[in-house]
């Protein structure tokens, strides 16, 4: 009798843990995880006072790692450095600056995953450090022309004032899994917060630059 209670026991605890995998995600018993990826940068300047109506959006390459620490079954924290470069920056129909940026990226960002599965689709939010490794920025010099219209000329370049700046993130996703990795692909939206500052040559204006920017990225995170 001893035995086929015991028996019928351990058959219970069986029956409830097998259940109990199944109606709860499995979680991996080292939180840490990291990946790469890659994408394109659409990004609109925001210059001056004046505001980015009057200089066109560039696409840029993007690329970076990713560094992930999983809160729970369906939240995790990430960063992910990554460096992009616009090139030839001006107003259309010319301006009164030109400038090429080479920037380090290092956002931090919280991603919850939103369907009753605890997968696929998430949304994420963070905010983003903004370092400026190399930049060409030149203001436009007006030459005396005997015919115009006048072409821009643009004087030495001239360093920033200010090589840091902070910016908003919100974006949202999907992860395929494939065998054991999965395939993010992530579609998000920035603004800076604060600004690159420029001094002038000729004046003591001191000129701000930010950006708007929508990326779409895809890359393997294990």
């Given at each position: 009798m001893k035995?086929?209670?015991?028996?019928?026991?351990?058959?219970?605890?069986?029956?409830?843990?097998?259940?109990?995998?199944?109606?709860?995600?499995?979680?991996?018993?080292?939180?840490?995880?990291w990946g790469v990826f890659a994408g394109v940068n659409y990004s609109y300047?925001?210059?001056?006072?004046?505001?980015?109506?009057?200089?066109?959006?560039?696409?840029?390459?993007?690329?970076?790692?990713?560094?992930?620490?999983?809160?729970?079954?369906?939240?995790?924290?990430r960063v992910q450095p990554s460096w992009t470069r616009v090139s030839n920056i001006t107003a259309i129909g010319g301006g009164s600056q030109r400038f090429s940026l080479s920037t380090l990226k290092i956002p931090v960002l919280y991603r919850n995953y939103v369907l009753p599965t605890h997968k696929l689709l998430f949304l994420e939010v963070g905010v983003s450090y903004n370092r400026i490794v190399d930049s060409n920025y030149r203001e436009v010099v007006q030459p005396n022309c005997i015919v115009a219209p006048c072409p821009p000329f643009y004087g030495s370049e001239i360093p920033p004032?200010?090589?840091?700046?902070?910016?908003?993130?919100?974006?949202?996703?999907?992860?395929?899994?494939?065998?054991?990795?999965?395939?993010?692909?992530?579609?998000?939206?920035?603004?800076?917060?604060?600004?690159?500052?420029?001094?002038?040559?000729?004046?003591?204006?001191?000129?701000?630059?930010?950006?708007?920017?929508?990326?779409?990225?895809?890359?393997?995170?294990?």
């Amino acid at each position: 009798m001893k035995k086929i209670y015991f028996t019928f026991i351990i058959i219970s605890l069986i029956i409830d843990s097998v259940q109990a995998q199944q109606t709860s995600p499995a979680i991996k018993s080292n939180p840490w995880g990291w990946g790469v990826f890659a994408g394109v940068n659409y990004s609109y300047p925001i210059v001056g006072t004046e505001g980015p109506a009057h200089f066109s959006p560039q696409a840029n390459l993007v690329t970076g790692a990713d560094v992930h620490y999983r809160l729970n079954y369906r939240a995790s924290l990430r960063v992910q450095p990554s460096w992009t470069r616009v090139s030839n920056i001006t107003a259309i129909g010319g301006g009164s600056q030109r400038f090429s940026l080479s920037t380090l990226k290092i956002p931090v960002l919280y991603r919850n995953y939103v369907l009753p599965t605890h997968k696929l689709l998430f949304l994420e939010v963070g905010v983003s450090y903004n370092r400026i490794v190399d930049s060409n920025y030149r203001e436009v010099v007006q030459p005396n022309c005997i015919v115009a219209p006048c072409p821009p000329f643009y004087g030495s370049e001239i360093p920033p004032l200010t090589k840091s700046a902070v910016s908003g993130i919100a974006g949202l996703g999907v992860d395929i899994p494939v065998n054991r990795v999965t395939i993010p692909v992530t579609l998000r939206y920035e603004r800076y917060l604060s600004s690159y500052l420029f001094p002038s040559a000729y004046t003591d204006r001191k000129t701000p630059v930010q950006f708007e920017t929508v990326s779409l990225t895809t890359g393997i995170n294990f």
